[in-house]
């Protein structure tokens, strides 16, 4: 078991070494989630009509 005080001093060091984003990069990075996720739901809701329609191809064919 550590110590008290070092153990408080060690994590006062290691929360020292955080370096944070900036602004622009906290900004860039929401953006560019933001974009990828619009883009992902748009493949997936092309690939869901284009199952969804051969389904109801195939079906209608056979059925």
Do not use: C, H
């Not at 900036?22 to 493949?43: G, H, N, Q, W, Y």
């Not at 997936?44 to 079906?59: S, T």
């Amino acid at each position: 078991m550590a110590n008290p005080v070092q153990f408080i001093q060690q994590t006062r060091a290691e929360i020292g070494k955080i370096v944070w984003p900036s602004r622009r990069e906290v900004l860039l990075t929401t953006v560019t989630v933001f974009i990828m996720a619009a883009l992902t739901a748009t493949f997936f809701a092309l690939v869901d009509i284009l199952i969804r329609g051969g389904l109801q191809g195939l079906l209608s064919y056979f059925g």
